[in-house]
């Protein structure tokens, strides 16, 4: 008898956008990031389907080695037990997060894999806000990808534009990175932090200001465990909404389905 894992698919959480400080009670625009994080957390350890974390990027505000401190100690005040993936966004150090989210439940692994499926981590970090994939990165990412499993990209920057503030910060080689991506068998979605909101962005054409690109599949951003961003703001203003994470629920078939959790 097949187990309800393999007749149902598999059952993922994405979090993104934490921006911790040294301080446990820092606040950011009036929000306690650690208490949000901690109440995802919460949120994530009582939903037992749950078989991996997919963290996103944007540990730290303030850049401090503490705040990498206390990333880990909350993953472990809540008793996150599954695996905890992650990669590096615009504020992270890369060789910290590697310093510290070491050992159970971390790994440093990119690529997750199930029976049907494998979810890889794709690097977006520039020396710049704004997001830069590099050309022999996909490469290495289509070389690592099985071409019997459905694949679900995840990566910190947003590669299709938005329509607020964040634009002027998201990835910068929009052309290339749809003209690589196109080429990895069975991707079924890419999924994104950076932009503190939840949202499906579906595929099609998109114009750009010199060219169209084919948006080939559909995007999905991650609200932050931190604040919201006001979409109708010039510049970072948080929303009156609480922390919140994305689930993804892999269908054995290969369908991907997929809504915003908030814990408020």
């Not at 590099?134 to 990566?155: F, G, R, S, V």
């Not at 010199?210 to 979409?231: E, G, H, M, N, W």
Request: proline share 3%; hydrophobic share 35%; with cysteine.
């Amino acid at each position: 008898m097949k187990s309800s894992t393999e007749k149902l698919g598999i059952t993922i959480a994405q979090i993104s956008d934490c921006h911790l400080f040294s301080d446990v009670n820092g606040l950011h625009h009036g929000a306690n990031v650690y208490n949000n994080l901690l109440s995802t957390l919460r949120s994530i350890r009582e939903n037992t389907a749950i078989e991996s974390v997919f963290f996103t990027g944007d540990l730290t505000q303030d850049h401090s080695e503490a705040s990498y401190q206390h990333f880990v100690a909350a993953i472990k005040q809540e008793k996150i037990k599954v695996p905890v993936y992650y990669l590096a966004g615009n504020h992270d150090e890369v060789s910290l997060l590697n310093k510290y989210l070491v050992g159970e439940p971390f790994t440093a692994d990119k690529t997750f894999n199930a029976k049907q499926w494998q979810v890889q981590l794709l690097q977006s970090k520039s020396d710049t806000p704004a997001g830069i994939v590099k050309e022999e990165n996909i490469d290495t990412l289509i070389h690592a990808t099985e071409p019997e499993k459905h694949q679900l990209l995840m990566m910190h920057h947003h590669p299709v534009d938005v329509g607020y503030f964040i634009d002027k910060h998201g990835l910068l080689n929009k052309e290339i990175f749809w003209s690589k991506t196109k080429d990895i068998p069975k991707l079924a979605a890419i999924a994104c932090g950076h932009v503190h909101r939840a949202s499906k962005l579906s595929k099609g054409i998109i114009n750009l200001k010199s060219s169209s690109i084919d948006q080939s599949v559909d995007v999905y951003t991650c609200p932050a465990t931190s604040i919201q961003f006001d979409p109708q703001a010039l510049t970072v203003k948080a929303l009156d909404k609480g922390p919140g994470y994305r689930l993804f629920y892999l269908g054995s078939n290969g369908t991907l389905t997929s809504k915003a959790i908030w814990c408020e």
